[in-house]
């Protein structure tokens, strides 16, 4: 049971990483984002939406086979990830968290356009990063 526990983040991670590297087709192309179609920046919207859920989760995930104990959700994840530097930029995953709370509240075009650019701006590669600091955590935990 316990080795089950110990990989649970693993098995979130492959999710996470797939997401995020779905996330980034749009997000590092050539293509502007002025480019895109309303369908698809609502597409990418959703797609930031459930990788940023994935984030956290795989990080709550990570902190339970560590041993944490605490508060369940975002908030107490996200800054004990912090704190044990596995994320960094503590006002841009903040501002993440913010902007993934609206997207499921805003029916404001103008909101939606500045999220879209901030997605491609700030958040996707806040995101690469994790992911790139995931696999490194993964492939030691992996060779124990």
């Known amino acids: 049971m316990?080795?089950?526990?110990?990989?649970r983040w693993i098995q979130r991670y492959d999710n996470f990483q797939r997401a995020c590297a779905r996330m980034t087709e749009v997000t590092m192309s050539d293509q502007s984002i002025e480019s895109l179609s309303d369908l698809e920046r609502e597409g990418l919207v959703q797609r930031?939406?459930?990788?940023f859920e994935l984030a956290w989760?795989?990080?709550?995930?990570?902190m339970t086979a560590k041993g944490y104990d605490?508060?369940?959700?975002?908030?107490?994840t996200l800054q004990q990830a912090?704190?044990?530097g596995i994320i960094k930029d503590h006002d841009g995953w903040r501002?993440?968290?913010?902007?993934r709370t609206l997207t499921t509240h805003t029916y404001d075009e103008d909101d939606i356009l500045s999220i879209v650019?901030?997605?491609?701006?700030k958040y996707s590669p806040l995101l690469a990063d994790?992911?790139?600091?995931?696999?490194?955590?993964a492939i030691t935990e992996q060779q124990q």
């Open 95 to 99: 501002a993440m968290a913010k902007a």
């Open 82 to 84: 912090l704190e044990d």
């Open 48 to 51: 930031f939406e459930y990788t």
């Open 2 to 7: 316990e080795s089950e526990k110990d990989i």
């Open 117 to 121: 650019d901030d997605i491609c701006e």
């Open 130 to 137: 994790l992911d790139n600091k995931l696999r490194e955590l």
């Open 70 to 76: 605490f508060v369940k959700g975002p908030n107490g």
């Open 57 to 62: 989760k795989v990080l709550q995930d990570l």
